[in-house]
């Protein structure tokens, strides 16, 4: 019998804008910042804090990494994929 699964994590995509922010991290301490919050988001979509807006588009969500310096901003799609929009360093 196979052990127990736990919970799905979401998939992560990236814009075009945060595609290219990846571009331009060079350092492994940017990238392992950025790999703790996508995997904190990846577990709990819902762990960012809604940013205020319109409800014609995409609820755009804001995560804040408190130890890594870390901002990611993105949404979640129906099928609870996570779209990153932005990832900014503070």
Known sequence: MAPPQGPRRARI???DSA????????TEAEIHAL????????????AGEP???????????RYVDEV???TVLYFVTALR????VAYIEL
């Open 68 to 70: 890594e310096q870390v």
């Open 35 to 46: 790999d703790r919050a996508l995997v904190v988001i990846s577990f709990d979509p819902e």
């Open 51 to 61: 940013i205020p807006g319109d409800a014609v588009g995409p609820r755009l969500r």
């Open 81 to 84: 994929t996570v779209v990153v």
């Open 19 to 26: 595609a290219k922010q990846l571009e331009n991290l060079t």
């Open 13 to 15: 995509a990236f814009s």
